[in-house]
């Protein structure tokens, strides 16, 4: 038996709120969108959404800076991995792992729902 609730979707929560970060800003989207009670998943729905879309503005944003562009977003890839990394295992675990500013903001959003 898990000791995991069982999200609105079925899920238990630690494995909808991992896959929230598996597919990235997609897996954010669905469960916003799928999830009805869960705060533990729409907490990292929303984190998901505004960290990855966060760093997808940056990547497109470096694309305008001439000559360390490429490098601040070969640098940005690697950081935003293993902020991917952490954050699906720390989910998985069933922690409630906040981002610096992005974690707060989807606190803040997460009481608005």
């Not at 000791?3 to 899920?11: D, I, R």
Request: glycine content about 8%.
């Amino acid at each position: 038996m898990s000791p995991f609730f069982k999200s609105s979707t079925g899920l238990p929560e630690n494995i909808a709120a991992t896959l929230c970060y598996l597919f990235a800003f997609i897996g954010g989207i669905v469960f916003l969108a799928l999830e009805k009670r869960s705060r533990f998943v729409l907490f990292h729905a929303l984190q998901s959404v505004l960290g990855f879309g966060a760093v997808m503005v940056a990547h497109v944003l470096c694309g305008f800076i001439p000559l360390i562009g490429p490098l601040i977003a070969g640098l940005l890839s690697i950081l935003t991995f293993a902020m991917w990394i952490v954050l699906l295992f720390s989910s998985l675990q069933g922690k409630w792992l906040k981002l610096p500013w992005i974690g707060d903001l989807a606190e803040k959003q997460l009481r608005h729902l």
